[in-house]
């Protein structure tokens, strides 16, 4: 059985390179996907392999994206070899974003779409601490949060205000996917109490 394409969308500062790393550490079957970005090599953030914007021009040309976008004055794309891993029956965990999404759902069917959310204050208060953006691009990343995704396609909400630990355990639940067994046993954490996921 062929994996899905979990797209994963949120606004900065919500959280999505945590959440996916998270989920990639709890779900020994999934890949996390390398995306090809005209950003600087060494920028703070996700890993990817950063060109030019000749060179990604170039990549378009050859075919060697399965979706390809811009967004921010940068150009991001898919590689093609995301489709080995699917048929690997790997799930595949890809950062996207909401106006690359209808095209993703046409190029990958089973496209699941988790949305991270967080309270403004709590987003606003996460852009700051990273001291990248004004007060008004903060403004108008909150605002961008707001807005609704495309219709017609499957997605989960997450919340992402609290402790990481209990995002990755609702995301789990979420995307109804088995996690590595706990080392102290199927049933039971650490502390001998019993397992529950709490999927709100």
């Known amino acids: 059985m062929s994996g899905r394409v979990i797209a994963v969308v949120g606004p900065s500062g919500v959280g999505k390179d945590t959440v996916m790393q998270g989920l990639h550490a709890a779900l020994p079957k999934s890949h996390l ?11 703070v953030g996700e890993d990817f392999d950063a060109v030019t914007q000749r060179e990604f021009d170039a990549l378009v040309q050859n075919d060697a994206f399965s979706v390809h976008w811009r967004a921010h004055g940068l150009s ?3 590689p093609k070899t995301i489709k080995a891993e699917l048929d690997q029956g ?6 996207f974003s909401r106006g690359a999404l209808t095209e993703a759902a046409r190029e990958f069917p089973d496209l699941v779409v988790l949305n991270v959310t967080a309270a403004p204050e709590t987003i606003a208060t996460r852009l700051t601490a990273r001291d990248r953006e004004t007060a008004d691009e903060i403004a108008q990343r909150i605002a961008v949060s707001q807005k609704d995704l495309p219709p017609g396609l499957d997605v989960r909400y997450l919340s992402n205000d609290g ?9 789990i639940a979420l995307l109804c996917l088995q ?8 049933d039971q954490t650490d502390h001998g109490r019993p397992r529950t996921v709490n999927a709100r």
Do not use: F, H, W
């Open 76 to 78: 991001y794309g898919i």
């Open 179 to 186: 996690a590595a067994p706990d080392p102290a046993g199927p």
């Open 33 to 43: 996907v390398r995306r090809v970005i005209t950003r600087t090599a060494g920028a």
């Open 163 to 171: 402790p990481i630990s209990e995002t990755i355990a609702r995301a």
């Open 90 to 95: 790997k799930d595949c965990l890809v950062n």
